[in-house]
């Protein structure tokens, strides 16, 4: 399957941030990703490029990471012309593109977006739904499928949050009924 076209889109995320929506063309459709925008900035993590113009978006724009997938990845990747139901190949392809192990320079909102929509594609051209193609990249069990135990937080504190509550309140499904859990904080 060929890609035909990759295009890079900002779009708001659950907190109303912005975040990247990479858009990819095959001659099977149109196949979309949004990356989900972190909150946590260890050390150790890669780094999703933000734009930093305090005056758009409080510093939290992505127009730097939508040009780099329109004007260097999405170019590469289809000169590159990759069979894309080998995800590794494409992947190792794309960590190639960044120079730096933490992808600063091109942001790895970027690089997500790109590979969950090849990903989707390339289900797509094996004519199996998302989450089977992903169990075989995986390596997992593709004979019992198991739906995900949900987690919802519905209050929540932390320096995630910015706020000075006194505990956390959780509900959490455990297959056999709703637990309602309260976390003490500091």
């Given amino acids: 399957?060929?890609?035909?076209?990759?295009?890079?889109?900002?779009?708001?995320?659950?907190?109303?941030?912005?975040?990247?929506?990479?858009?990819?063309?095959?001659?099977?459709?149109?196949?979309?990703?949004i990356v989900p925008s972190g909150a946590s900035t260890?050390?150790?993590?890669?780094?999703?490029?933000?734009?930093?113009d305090k005056s758009k978006w409080l510093g939290k724009g992505v127009t730097k990471a939508v040009h780099n997938v329109n004007t260097v990845i999405a170019p590469a990747i289809i000169k590159e012309d990759m069979d894309i139901k080998n995800q590794q190949p494409v992947d190792d392809f794309l960590n190639s593109l960044y120079g730096t192990d933490n992808?600063?320079?091109?942001?790895?909102?970027?690089?997500?977006g790109v590979s969950l929509s090849?990903?989707?594609?390339?289900?797509?051209e094996?004519?199996?739904?998302?989450?089977?193609?992903?169990?075989?990249?995986?390596?997992?069990?593709?004979?019992?499928?198991?739906?995900?135990?949900?987690?919802?937080?519905?209050?929540?504190?932390?320096s995630h949050a910015g706020g000075a509550l006194a505990f956390l309140f959780s509900r959490i499904h455990d297959c056999s009924n709703w637990r309602t859990v309260f976390f003490r904080g500091s």
């Fill in 103 to 112: 992808k600063s320079n091109l942001g790895t909102n970027t690089i997500l």
């Fill in 118 to 124: 090849i990903a989707r594609a390339a289900a797509s």
């Fill in 42 to 52: 260890g050390s150790h993590e890669a780094i999703e490029l933000r734009d930093g």
């Fill in 1 to 33: 399957m060929t890609i035909k076209k990759i295009h890079d889109q900002y779009a708001y995320d659950s907190r109303g941030n912005p975040t990247v929506e990479v858009k990819l063309i095959t001659n099977k459709g149109l196949f979309r990703s």
């Fill in 126 to 158: 094996k004519g199996i739904p998302f989450y089977r193609h992903l169990a075989e990249l995986s390596g997992t069990n593709k004979d019992k499928f198991v739906m995900p135990v949900p987690f919802l937080n519905v209050l929540n504190d932390g």
